[in-house]
């Protein structure tokens, strides 16, 4: 295998993990943020969902503990939980991988941040 298809390969590879990262990122942001919390109001649960706006934690009333509502909601946060796991595992695959490109000097147009 010679240098040019190595680079060529390396250049594919940053594509594709840099395509898997912007997906990934948007998967992410579909779902909601924050973390259900039990409360106990007389005899009856209730969800809420505990999350930060602009720096401030803020509580959102979702339902009763059984509501198909609060079972959406946590499928949705599971969801997120695992793009965000995903995701960065992802962002240290990329890195790694521009980190070996500009050690052997592999041309490539860097993301502008």
């Keep these: 295998m010679n240098l040019a298809s190595i680079n060529s390969m390396l250049q594919l590879e940053h594509a594709q993990l840099t395509k898997k990262v912007e997906r990934l990122r948007s998967e992410c942001n579909q779902r909601p943020k924050g ?3 039990i409360k106990q109001r007389g005899t009856q649960q209730y969800i809420y ?3 930060r706006v602009e720096g401030k934690v803020v509580t959102e009333y979702i339902g009763k503990r059984n509501s ?3 079972t959406g909601l946590t ?3 599971a969801e997120r939980r695992k793009y ?3 995701l960065k595992q992802a962002e240290a695959e990329l890195a790694r991988l ?3 490109m500009k050690a052997s000097g592999v ?3 860097e993301p502008n941040p």
Aim: overall charge neutral; cysteine-free.
């Design 75 to 77: 499928a949705k946060i």
């Design 107 to 109: 041309f490539f147009v």
């Design 68 to 70: 198909w509502k609060v």
């Design 49 to 51: 969902l505990v999350k």
């Design 35 to 37: 973390s259900p919390v």
């Design 84 to 86: 965000e796991e995903e």
């Design 98 to 100: 521009e980190k070996m």
